[in-house]
């Protein structure tokens, strides 16, 4: 048996090795100070829609020959290339935008059409959103529609690509700093007039505190630090039309990138970015090889700005992919079947030299031209003299891209997707272990939410938990409205206090007594999918079970009426809305565990050094 006097003497050395320990520990473990924790503080990814490896090689040799010389010039994408990724959905080779959209923004595999659900109609938390909940500052960038199916993807979670009432009002409460591309009539107006639900949601985006802009002018001289910008109705021009044509009210997408960084980089907690060349899809579609290139080349600079940055500051990340190939786009076609490798370089590559245009805006301008005078704007916008009366043919019935192919020898698979591996890009400071060889489109919100510390997961349990449940283990009634299927909203009442949840936004109206006492904002949009309400339900509760007695209520607001206030909506601004104060999720239990370590080490020190002490005075 050990004397009492050993045992202190054990107790207090156990308690100095412990607390030595602690320190030790403190010193090799991340905790929470953004210094240690983030190595990685930003990400910027770029999304080339639809753009297969057969048109990049296209646009590289474009971009080369331009000087006359091949081999001396190259695409910024291809000092960073990587490897490839694998683009399926749930149960299909080729997909659609919006469930590769889901993969690359979730992690998760769903079904044609849809946006932000599993396969099972369950929303899961975007790494937008996962970004936004932890503090960052976040931003999408497109030359399509801002509701289109990639940058929706990325903000909002609807059953159908198509649904544009319930995403772009989802992209509104959602909190982004930064959101620039087309779109402006699903905000303004539709059919050329007010929006059908006779809402002009842009006054909303300015009531949020955004600087909203229309044209390339307003956005570079805007200080704000929050920027919303639609610069068309629909989608941008093809950037060749842009640059052609000197639209100077359409910004390149270049340019929206450095001012997105421009907002973003103000906050010291770090920015995600989502930039999408858009319209590289589109071309695809319609098997035009000028509008492509002009557009991939357009998306290249906006990597290069990306990688400038990346490269200056040494704490940001550039993921750079496709969502899915489109078109089987080749160098070479049905004529080249035989004889391919006598072609020259001057029979085929030196025939996209001088592309200016898009097929498509070439159609637009030669309506009602004369035979002469079409001829002279194909020299003009591709280069080609000698016209014979077939290319005339393809022309004047809208079919130029038929001519790029006769003469360049190049040729098309398809007018749809192709089920191929696209082209994987990073960039990450030193140190930082790059994403690398063939890889599953899920595993890129993986890499980035693993480099920037966010937990996927426990955001998804915060911001989409299913309500009815919840609530009515809280003794509330739970009611769906869907009168008003544009601004559908849930009833919860409890006592004397009911609260309306506007879907598709993060406001919680409360009531008491059928009088309307403030407006609550919660961290993220409130969703309907089917009949099932999702959201975030801890704040939701937390507001349920608030003391209101010493609430006071606004006169302009209060409801003379029986019941709750049907008319107020996801349309109207509140006044003065009340944010919950919430912390960053966690991302591991260091700080909790090295916290208790030290506790019982100073306890176990004090705890022999009193022991000590006592036998001493006792001697």
Not at 53 to 73: F, H, M, V
Request: with cysteine; proline share 2%; net charge negative.
């Amino acid at each position: 048996m050990i004397s009492k006097k050993t045992r202190n003497t054990l107790i207090y050395k156990l308690g100095a090795f412990l607390l030595g320990c602690t320190f030790i520990f403190g010193l090799s473990t991340p905790i929470s100070t953004k210094a240690e924790e983030k190595t990685v503080k930003n990400v910027i990814y770029l999304i080339a829609d639809g753009m297969s490896d057969g048109i990049l090689t296209a646009a590289k040799y474009y971009n080369d020959i331009q000087d006359g010389t091949l081999g001396n010039d190259k695409l910024s994408m291809d000092d960073i290339r990587s490897g490839f990724v694998k683009t399926s959905w749930a149960n299909g080779p080729i997909t659609d935008s919006a469930p590769a959209g889901t993969a690359l923004s979730s992690s998760y595999k769903t079904n044609p059409g849809v946006i932000g659900l599993t396969t099972e109609g369950k929303p899961k938390a975007t790494i937008l959103e996962a970004a936004e909940l932890n503090g960052l500052s976040t931003g999408i960038i497109a030359t399509s529609e801002i509701t289109h199916a990639t940058p929706a993807a990325f903000s909002s979670h609807a059953e159908s690509r198509q649904d544009y009432n319930s995403i772009m009002k989802q992209q509104l409460y959602k909190d982004m700093e930064v959101v620039l591309g087309g779109g402006s009539e699903f905000f303004e107006s539709t059919g050329g007039g007010k929006r059908s639900d006779g809402k002009d949601l842009t006054e909303n985006i300015k009531a949020l505190g955004y600087d909203y802009v229309t044209n390339k002018s307003e956005m570079k001289e805007s200080n704000s630090d929050k920027l919303w910008g639609l610069f068309a109705k629909r989608d941008l021009a093809y950037d060749f039309d842009r640059t052609t044509l000197n639209n100077e009210e359409e910004p390149s997408l270049a340019e929206m990138i450095e001012k997105a960084i421009q907002v973003l980089e103000k906050d010291e907690d770090g920015f995600f970015l989502m930039v999408e060349g858009s319209k590289i899809d589109w071309a695809a579609h319609a098997n035009d090889p000028s509008g492509a290139i002009g557009d991939i080349l357009a998306f290249d600079d906006a990597v290069e700005i990306a990688l400038n940055y990346a490269k200056e500051n040494q704490d940001t990340i550039v993921v750079v992919t496709t969502d899915h190939a489109n078109s089987g786009f080749t160098i070479g076609n049905e004529s080249t079947t035989s004889g391919y490798d006598d072609l020259t370089f001057e029979e085929s590559i030196m025939q996209i030299k001088d592309f200016k245009l898009s097929a498509e805006k070439f159609t637009s301008l030669i309506k009602d031209k004369t035979d002469e005078e079409i001829k002279e704007l194909i020299k003009a916008y591709y280069g080609y003299t000698d016209i014979t009366d077939e290319e005339l043919e393809y022309a004047k019935n809208g079919q130029i891209n038929e001519v790029m192919k006769i003469r360049a020898k190049l040729g098309y698979s398809t007018g749809g997707h192709t089920g191929g591996d696209v082209y994987l890009g990073v960039y990450a400071p030193y140190g930082v272990e790059k994403l690398r060889g063939t890889v599953d489109n899920t595993e890129l919100p993986k890499y980035i939410a693993s480099n920037l510390k966010l937990n996927l997961d426990l955001a998804n349990e915060t911001l989409y938990e299913e309500m009815k449940t919840k609530l009515e283990a809280e003794n509330a009634e739970f009611t769906v409205n869907t009168d008003d299927l544009e601004n559908p909203y849930f009833l919860i009442k409890k006592g004397s206090k009911t609260l309306k949840v506007i879907t598709n936004s993060n406001i919680v109206e409360v009531y008491v007594d059928n009088k309307k006492i403030e407006d609550n904002e919660l961290t993220s949009v409130s969703i309907l999918i089917g009949d099932i309400a999702y959201g975030n339900v801890k704040e939701v509760i937390d507001i349920l079970n608030k003391d209101v007695s010493n609430g006071t209520i606004d006169d302009d607001n209060n409801n003379t009426n029986n019941g709750v206030d049907d008319n107020s909506g996801s349309n109207k601004i509140p006044i003065s809305i009340k944010k919950p104060s919430t912390s960053k999720l966690p991302y591991t239990g260091a700080v909790v565990g090295s916290g208790f370590v030290v506790l019982l080490g100073i306890g176990s020190v004090a705890a022999g050094v009193y022991t000590l002490k006592n036998n001493k005075n006792k001697q």
